[in-house]
């Protein structure tokens, strides 16, 4: 594997449900992302880690819970979520955690529906 | 607060012909500004960025130039072609706030 993976790449869950969104980059990278892409809103940064650490959470509601076991693998772990957080949620990796100098290699999404 | 605003879509373009994606920014600071090419089925990529004004930032055939005074980073390419349709994103990041995306502009080129 190279790059960016995400799993699973679709999921559907009701409201009730719990679930964990995976993301793992395979580029040595040290700090990771998490973005909501919204079908009639921009594109939004969740949560920014850097070496494991998380550095910036942009008001993100309480039911999204990330997780940076390591370096190499970021967790959006998901509860009582409601219909209008279906979105794509995209995982992205870049060496540092300076957007203006570093590229950020995005993963290919998972797709979000819930019921 | 800082915000990016992309032409509407979709843009459609036969091949060869010339493109312009506009955008426009509000900001206090110096941001940095960058474009974001998304591919059917696939994640974002960086395309090309500029740092400080007068900066032109090309890739692929692609360029844009940080223009400060119009506050613009308007994207263009000389001939696209099929393999150019995808969803195009601007954004703009500055310190002590998040990446900020527009709304994204399809393009999609016909042959």
């Known amino acids: 594997e190279t790059g960016v993976t995400q799993t699973p790449r679709h999921l559907v869950m009701g409201m009730t449900n719990k679930k964990s969104l995976k993301c793992e980059q395979h580029l040595g990278h040290n700090a990771m992302y998490w973005y909501k892409q919204s079908a009639k809103k921009p594109l939004e940064l969740m949560f920014v880690y850097s070496l494991e650490e998380r550095v910036e959470n942009n008001s993100v509601p309480s039911r999204f819970s990330p997780e940076c076991p390591n370096s190499s693998h970021l967790f959006l772990h998901l509860h009582t979520l409601q219909p209008e957080d279906s979105a794509l949620y995209l995982c992205?990796?870049?060496?540092?955690?300076?957007?203006?100098?570093?590229?950020?290699?995005f993963g290919p999404g998972t797709r979000l529906t819930v019921l | 607060g800082d915000s990016v605003t992309q032409m509407e879509g979709p843009v459609t373009l036969s091949e060869e012909a010339f493109l312009t994606i506009n955008c426009t920014y509000t900001?206090?600071?110096?941001?940095?500004l960058f474009w974001y090419v998304q591919y059917p089925g696939e994640g974002l990529q960086l395309l090309l960025k500029?740092?400080?004004?007068?900066d032109k930032g090309s890739n692929k055939g692609f360029e844009a130039t940080y223009r400060k005074e119009t506050t613009s980073f308007h994207l263009e390419k000389g001939s696209v072609q099929v393999s150019d349709s995808a969803v195009y994103f601007c954004a703009l990041w500055q310190a002590g706030t998040a990446l900020i995306f527009g709304k994204g502009t399809t393009l999609s080129v016909s042959s």
């Open positions: 992205a990796s870049s060496q540092l955690a300076d957007i203006s100098t570093d590229t950020q290699y």
């Open positions: 900001a206090t600071g110096y941001p940095s």
């Open positions: 500029a740092t400080k004004a007068d």
